[in-house]
């Protein structure tokens, strides 16, 4: 899993990183390892995991994990 850095595009569901930093309390690296070592592999299990286990809301959950699962990185 590659690392990610800001910024990100202002558009899709990297355009909600900057907020799930602020609200969460990690970084969007540290929630892509939390993802990467949850043993799911399913996208709607792992936004349920989130929201469960870390009080994440479904937009931000939904948009982390869509990211994450296709393994994106962020472009200068």
Not at 5 to 21: H, L, M, N, R, T
Not at 45 to 53: A, N, Q, R, T
């Amino acid at each position: 899993m590659a690392e990610l850095s800001a910024p990100w595009p202002k558009q899709g569901p990297a355009s909600y990183f900057a907020s799930i930093e602020q609200k969460y309390g990690r970084s969007i690296s540290e929630w892509r390892k939390i993802i990467a070592g949850c043993d799911l592999d399913k996208h709607m299990v792992i936004v349920g995991y989130l929201k469960s286990e870390y009080g994440m809301g479904h937009g931000h959950s939904n948009a982390l994990v869509g990211w994450t699962l296709a393994d994106n990185k962020a472009k200068p």
